[in-house]
């Protein structure tokens, strides 16, 4: 079985469930989605519906597609849909893959929320489809997110300058960070004993 099979599976502990979103996730992530906040430093601006339903449409076609696999963040607590993030860039013949696409609700920060689907995400990665590398990248500006991610133990490597566009033309300078298959261990302890990961609408 390929990673992208592998991948697209129901993900869950006692706190948050992952699953391949499909078209029935529309509404109940429409509800959470129209918050500004969680768009500030994405490659995408969700303003309106419209904009919204352009979003979830890409996010189904990059799943049709196989070029990622896109997970509906559920809160087990409440029972409601907190967001998304995605396994996207798997480049399985290096054993390598990204987790990002983050992204949620305004209810759902600084709850554990995040917290609990990184450790599923990472847990997966590392320890069912053998990644040897999973890496994050999120706008050098977006210092919330950064923060985050360095206090999970994820090692940041460095900027690549001028990497794309964001809404409104700026072009954003990428940031790239990584948890290698020998540091997953202190990684994991880390969210398993609590060291939050900053709840950044995004990243």
Do not use: C
């Amino acid at each position: 079985m390929n990673w992208n099979d592998s991948a697209a599976t129901t993900l869950e502990n006692e706190h948050v469930r992952l699953r391949p979103v499909t078209e029935q996730d529309r509404e109940a992530l429409h509800a959470v989605a129209l918050d500004p906040d969680i768009w500030r430093y994405f490659v995408s601006r969700v303003d309106t519906s419209e904009d919204y339903h352009a979003f979830f449409d890409a996010a189904l076609a990059d799943q049709r597609a196989g070029r990622r696999v896109v997970f509906v963040v559920v809160d087990k607590s409440t029972g409601r849909a907190a967001g998304s993030m995605s396994f996207g860039n798997m480049a399985e013949a290096d054993r390598r893959l990204e987790i990002g696409w983050s992204w949620l609700g305004r209810d759902f920060r600084g709850k554990g929320v995040n917290r609990w689907a990184k450790y599923l995400l990472l847990r997966h990665a590392m320890e069912v489809l053998g990644a040897e590398r999973v890496e994050f990248k999120t706008d050098i500006l977006n210092e919330q997110a950064r923060r985050g991610l360095r206090n999970i133990g994820a090692v940041e490597e460095g900027t690549l300058r001028s990497f794309n566009f964001m809404p409104g033309g700026r072009r954003r300078d990428a940031i790239f960070y990584s948890v290698l298959r020998a540091e997953w261990p202190g990684v994991k302890e880390r969210l398993l004993t609590g060291v939050e990961p900053a709840d950044a609408p995004a990243a």
